[in-house]
């Protein structure tokens, strides 16, 4: 287990950016796939969606709603995951959450919440004015 700690989050206009962070603490896999998720207005955690993952080996993959628009990485360094969100719609206006230890393959299509048995974090607040 890791804990994780998300921030960055906020209220922009149409077209504007943000970049999240989290935070991750503890021991992380040598082997690892990590990733964004998205909960909706009125929804409940099940209705979470990965929009990022990024594995070990650097590679990366989207939803196909936020491709070209959204850029996730890691800084091994300092263990803390970016999620970098340009030209942001009103439709991107979630609670984002980061998520650790997730299963592989490390694929956004085949990915959701039951991928991880690691704890969430708060999540942040994104909220984007048309």
């Known amino acids: 287990q890791v804990d994780l700690m998300e921030s960055g989050g906020g209220s922009v206009q149409a077209g504007g950016s943000l970049r999240l962070s989290c935070e991750i603490s503890g021991y992380l896999k040598d082997r690892y796939c990590l990733g964004w998720f998205r909960q909706p207005p009125g929804k409940g955690r099940d209705g979470r969606q990965a929009?990022?993952?990024?594995?070990?080996?650097?590679?990366?993959t989207y939803a196909d709603s936020v491709r070209g628009r959204f850029t996730i990485s890691i800084d091994n360094a300092k263990n803390i995951m970016y999620l970098e969100m340009n030209n942001l719609k009103p439709e991107d206006s979630d609670v984002y959450y980061c998520?650790?230890?997730?299963?592989?393959?490390?694929?956004?299509?085949?990915?959701?919440?039951?991928?991880?048995?690691?704890?969430w974090g708060q999540g942040t607040q994104v909220t984007v004015a048309s």
């Open positions: 998520a650790a230890n997730l299963l592989h393959p490390c694929k956004i299509t085949t990915m959701t919440i039951t991928s991880t048995n690691n704890n």
């Open positions: 929009v990022a993952a990024i594995d070990n080996d650097g590679i990366k």
